[in-house]
């Protein structure tokens, strides 16, 4: 029997991770699609910025399956973590 490949992590499991590296390390509640991209860039992306650039756009839309992280503009071009809808 061959070896099994591991899964690829998605384009937003990898902006998740990147977002959260960008908050622990410098603090900042906002980010330009450059600064996750540059994250990425320095955790071994392989991701185009295009293909980043387009899944925060959709990422401030409510998702579908985990990870469930969503983002809202902040400013122009800058984008920060929504919280969390209340349920009342």
Same mark, same amino acid.
């Given at each position: 029997m061959g070896e /099994?490949? @591991?899964a690829r992590s998605t384009c937003r499991d990898?902006?998740?991770? #990147?977002? $959260?590296? @960008?908050?622990?390390g $410098? $603090?900042?509640? *906002?980010?330009?699609?450059?600064?996750? =991209?540059?994250a990425m860039v320095a955790s071994g992306t392989t991701w185009p910025? *295009?293909?980043?650039a387009k899944t925060m756009l959709?990422?401030?839309?409510?998702?579908?399956?985990?990870? =469930?992280? /969503? @983002?809202?503009r902040s400013a122009v071009n800058r984008y920060?973590? #929504?919280e969390p809808a209340s349920p009342f």
């Amino acid at each position: 029997m061959g070896e /099994r490949k @591991l899964a690829r992590s998605t384009c937003r499991d990898e902006v998740v991770e #990147a977002v $959260g590296t @960008l908050a622990v390390g $410098g $603090g900042e509640r *906002s980010f330009s699609v450059e600064e996750v =991209y540059a994250a990425m860039v320095a955790s071994g992306t392989t991701w185009p910025r *295009s293909t980043v650039a387009k899944t925060m756009l959709r990422m401030t839309r409510p998702a579908r399956r985990p990870p =469930y992280v /969503r @983002l809202e503009r902040s400013a122009v071009n800058r984008y920060r973590v #929504a919280e969390p809808a209340s349920p009342f």
